[in-house]
């Protein structure tokens, strides 16, 4: 670091803020815009009474205005100057009592609070009109002494948006916008001249005229190895000549021959193809005239990045960097000695920048600058256009962070510069220039009740009547009386107030009240309502602009509602409402006037204001209640709507969107509720005819009271359209199928071209959606009862009349039976209804020819060529059917037959269709197909199997003494068959 600049560093930690300076000025503020509400005279305290005066203020028993009268009167007596000098201190800038430290605390603790909360925007109408004039003051805002508290609002709110839009604008890189939208725009324009030290090359056009012996005109193209064909002279090698070569030695060629003139020019120009690379928007490879310089090309791929260098942009060729190219000096200087044509091949790099630094605040150009090599200040500050005009030269400061640890800043004046050329820039500096202070040093201010308020130029011996010379010169309503000059004696940091009578000085040109001003004088001129309290009513309710207003001489009801904006749309205004306040006794009264007879003029009701008054304008919804109708069912948008007094059905009907199409035409009904003599409630119902109601039939296009509910139905079965069904297997066209209501089976068979040749109908399965729920209902039930015995069982006294060996094989028998229960819980039923079916001839009509119902499925199986035979045999297999064989009893005889632990009581069938042929049981019954119907056919070994049939021999359970009167898991597994819907049949 410089030492000639080491005594200017402050180290500062980067989150800490300045905050003591703006703080005393606040309260400095504070208590002199106290100072400006003097009023009539009082008894001069004693110092007691001063010290009572200062604990009154302090403590909020007396406001501003009432101090504001007591230190005016201390201005004005006759006291020790010494001690009335000491007075002054306690309420002027340059001296802060212990109050005030304590508050400016909570002020600042205040302040954190909000930092750290949720960042929401201060609520400027929670301050007072003093506050937020004080705050207008510091922000600038002209007449901020007497405008409204709501104008005062409007205006910070501005000033607010203002710099926050400031604050969030993005400081530019320098020259960056010199690429903006450029992408292809910035192609050289073929037509412009050629100049002539151009070199020419393969692909190039070359336009030759020729008069005189020859009249001719030739385009010729330089072909690739740099030769062109003139016709009566041949070829000619011109690569590598420029233009002008290039013109001189074809005059030459051709004027060689006798009486012969040409003139060359060049045509159509060769391309280029270039890489732009390194930090650039679209690097890659471009196309490019051959006419096109670096700029061009970097101009065609977007420009260089945020972190592309714009002074240190290399063109490369064959390897080698023949020019670097610092678009500053294009910028800045307008030398572009370095932008050299391309060729192709050519490579233009743009490398990531080296450093950069911030310009900010009062430069010509502030913006964000790249630097390379030593750059000091002096440049940096001629790179940004140098200081404005409003520049405070006494302070530029840079902002610089020291090795990733700290922030340090230096302090340098303009004036330094000339003398210490080493203050040398770093990456990531941050320049800033500040203005000078706002305040004007040979001003004299004029503020409030004024035409012309602002600056005026300070002369010698410049007087209160060289700025206020004569009434004109005020606006209307200012107080006379009193005026004030507050002079700032900056040696004593300390504010003097000189009061003047206004009055005095204007109408009787008083000399002893034409004060001689100083510079930065403030001259305070009031308004009459400063000093006297403004009549004042307050209008709310259905009124544009409700709040408080200053009341006129013999102002009236009507002048307030236009002066509030008139009524909104939802104004009731038959009447309103007027409070008005005793001032005496502090008593109040209501006042009840018709605002449409006001309006008329009608003195009656156009009631005359007084100060305080409350005006109340209700709203139509306070008297018209906002009731509604109902209407539900089969209308495009059902629900709840306002309710008109003069609403028909058929109005409520179009309200909500009108009838669906699915709306049934014939009855509708409309439900009233209503309350008889003010005791009891009732409910009618009126039934109407929904068609004629809507052809606006008075006797059914019935008028509405508020809340009725209309319900419009449905026409009948529409909840049955889009019913399918589905049907596959061996049938001639499978596939789902819409289906009328009451359609059976056999028309969905029919329908898919009835049976293939290779149907098994025995083996058809069909399955029902509402049957399935029913057998889970069933399953779930029978499994319940199935657990409650399980629980008894499992029960203290059960098992205690128990011997050892009965309770360890019920503990075993318990454990399995749970974890059957578990499984069967796990399995979903299928809702398999059982239908035999036959060729559609015989099936048509028949018991089986079922009603369908939405999402049947039908299932029609080729025919198999086995028996299944599973459970308790020696070889549990899948035989081949033999037509010949069918019984059961050879099928079991080719597995083995039953094993010892075989239970041959409850061995059974499961037929290919779905029904249950069991043993067990008694005085069973079975089908004959030889018969074609039930009967007693013998012992249940000889029952005749058919393909795809299951036979199962279940094992036997040993169940201990104690479970005698317990249900048989093969009977419970037999009972939930039952209830899935199985047709059981029992045989010998």
């Known amino acids: 670091m410089p030492e000639a600049v080491s005594d200017k560093i402050i180290f500062m930690k980067t989150s800490s803020k300045t905050i003591l300076l703006p703080l005393c000025f606040l309260l400095t503020f504070f208590v002199f815009n106290s100072l400006i509400f003097a009023q009539q005279s009082v008894a001069t305290p004693d110092e007691q009474e001063l010290e009572q005066l200062q604990n009154a203020y302090k403590s909020g028993i007396i406001d501003q205005e009432e101090l504001t009268r007591r230190l005016i009167i201390l201005k004005q007596s006759n006291r020790d100057p010494g001690a009335l000098e000491e007075i002054e201190k306690k309420f002027v800038p340059g001296s802060l009592s212990p109050e005030e430290v304590a508050e400016g605390r909570e002020m600042l603790e205040k302040l954190k609070e909000q930092k750290d909360g949720d960042d929401e925007p201060e609520d400027l109408n929670a301050l007072s009109e003093t506050e937020l004039k004080m705050r207008a003051r510091d922000a600038g805002i002209d007449g901020w002494y007497k405008v409204s508290k709501t104008e005062l609002i409007d205006a910070l709110e501005n000033v607010e948006a203002l710099k926050s839009q400031y604050e969030q604008a993005k400081l530019e890189i320098f020259g960056h916008n010199l690429f903006d939208n450029s992408s292809g725009n910035f192609v050289p324009i073929e037509s412009i001249p050629v100049s002539n030290d151009y070199i020419v090359g393969p692909g190039d056009e070359i336009k030759i005229i020729a008069w005189g012996r020859m009249d001719a005109t030739y385009v010729l193209e330089i072909d690739r190895e740099g030769i062109i064909n003139f016709p009566e002279i041949g070829p000619m090698n011109v690569v590598g000549m420029t233009f002008a070569e290039l013109k001189a030695f074809i005059k030459k060629k051709a004027e060689a021959i006798t009486g012969v003139n040409v003139s060359v020019s060049m045509g159509a120009l060769r391309s280029v193809q270039v890489f732009v690379l390194g930090e650039v928007t679209d690097p890659g490879l471009y196309t490019v005239s051959s006419l096109a310089t670096v700029v061009n090309a970097l101009l065609s791929s977007g420009g260089p990045t945020e972190l592309g260098s714009l002074r240190n942009i290399q063109l490369k060729r064959q390897g080698n960097v023949v020019s670097t190219i610092d678009l500053y000096d294009f910028l800045l200087k307008g030398d572009t000695t370095s932008d050299v044509r391309l060729i192709s091949g050519d490579v233009i790099f743009v490398p990531q920048t080296d450093a950069m630094v911030k310009m900010t605040g009062n430069v010509k150009r502030p913006a964000i600058y790249e630097i390379k090599g030593q750059y000091s200040l002096p440049d940096a500050l001629e790179m940004a256009g140098g200081l404005s005009p409003d520049a405070y030269n006494q302070r530029i400061q840079i902002n610089r962070s020291s090795q990733n640890k700290e922030q340090i800043v230096l302090d340098i004046a303009y004036a330094e510069l000339k003398d210490k050329k080493d203050v040398y820039l770093k990456d990531g500096d941050h320049v800033r220039v500040f203005p000078i202070h706002d305040s004007t040093v040979n001003a004299i201010y004029l503020y409030g009740n004024v035409i012309r308020p602002g600056e005026y130029a300070f002369v010698p011996d410049i007087r209160l009547l060289d700025i206020l010379p004569d009434f004109k010169s005020l606006d209307k309503d200012t107080y006379l009386d009193y005026a004030l000059v507050k002079r700032y004696r900056n040696e004593r940091m300390e504010a003097e107030l000189i009061p003047f009578d206004l009055g005095e000085l204007l109408q009787n040109r008083d000399e002893s009240q034409n004060i001689v001003l100083m510079p930065e004088d403030e001259i305070y001129v009031f308004n009459k309502g400063v000093f006297t309290d403004k ?120 309200i909500a969107g009108n009838l669906d199409e699915t709306a049934y035409y014939g009855e509708a009904e409309l439900v009233r509720y209503d309350i008889a003599d003010g005791e009891k409630f009732e409910t009618s119902i009126v039934q109407f005819d929904l068609k004629k109601a809507m052809d606006d039939v008075s006797e059914h296009n019935l008028k509405l009271r508020a809340f009725d509910v209309v319900t419009i139905k449905q026409i009948s079965d529409w909840n ?269």
């Not at 068979?749 to 058809?764: C, M, Q």
């Not at 779930?780 to 069982?793: K, P, V, Y």
């Not at 029609?860 to 599973?870: A, D, R």
């Not at 239970?903 to 004959?928: H, L, M, P, Q, R």
């Open 720 to 988: 049955k359209k889009n019913l399918a069904v589905k049907i596959t297997g061996e049938v001639v066209h499978p596939g789902t199928y819409h289906i009328q209501n009451g359609e059976r089976l056999s028309s969905i068979i029919e329908r898919a071209g009835g049976f293939t040749d290779k149907a098994y109908l025995r083996g058809a399965i069909f399955t029902r959606e509402s049957s399935k729920a029913v057998q889970k209902q069933r399953i779930n039930e029978m499994l319940q009862r199935l657990e409650l015995d399980s629980a008894r069982l499992s029960s203290e006294q059960s098992q205690a009349l128990l011997s050892p060996e009965d309770a360890t094989a019920l503990e075993l028998f318990i454990s399995s039976q749970e974890a059957l229960i578990k499984k069967l819980r796990s399995v979903e039923p299928t809702g398999r209804v059982i239908v035999s079916l036959s060729p559609l001839s015989v099936f048509s009509g028949n018991v089986s020819d079922l009603v369908l119902e939405d999402s049947d499925t039908l299932h029609v199986p080729s025919k198999p060529g086995t028996v299944n035979v599973l459970g308790a045999v020696y070889n549990p297999t899948s035989i081949i059917y033999d037509e010949k064989k069918s019984e059961l009893k050879y099928y079991l005889a080719q597995t083995g037959g039953p094993t010892d632990n075989a239970n041959e009581k409850f061995i059974y069938i499961v037929s290919a269709d779905g029904t249950v042929i069991s043993k067990a049981g008694k005085n069973g019954v079975s089908w004959s197909d030889e018969e074609k119907r039930f009967g007693f056919w013998g012992s249940f070994e000889n029952a005749k199997l058919y393909p795809g049939d299951t036979v199962l021999v279940p094992e036997k359970i040993i169940k201990p003494d104690a479970l005698k009167n317990v249900k048989d898991v093969t009977e419970i597994l037999y009972q939930i068959a039952v209830i899935a819907g199985i047709t059981i049949q029992q045989v010998f």
């Open 535 to 654: 009549p004042i009513v307050s209008v709310e309710g259905e009124i544009r602009n409700p709040g408080s207003y200053f009341v006129a001489e013999d102002m009236r009801l009507k002048d307030l509602f236009f002066k509030a904006g008139f009524f909104t749309k939802n104004a009731y205004l038959k009447f309103g409402h007027l409070y008005r306040t005793d001032k005496d006794t502090n008593e109040k009264k209501i006042f009840l006037f018709n605002i449409e007879k006001a309006l008329s003029g009608n003195l009656q009701h156009n009631l005359k204001l007084e100060n305080h008054d409350k005006v109340v304008v209700h709203s139509v919804f306070e008297y018209n209640k906002d009731h509604h109708v109902t209407i539900l069912g089969d209308v495009n948008n059902p629900g709840e709507y306002p309710f008109a007094n003069n609403m028909s059905v058929r109005d409520l009907i179009l």
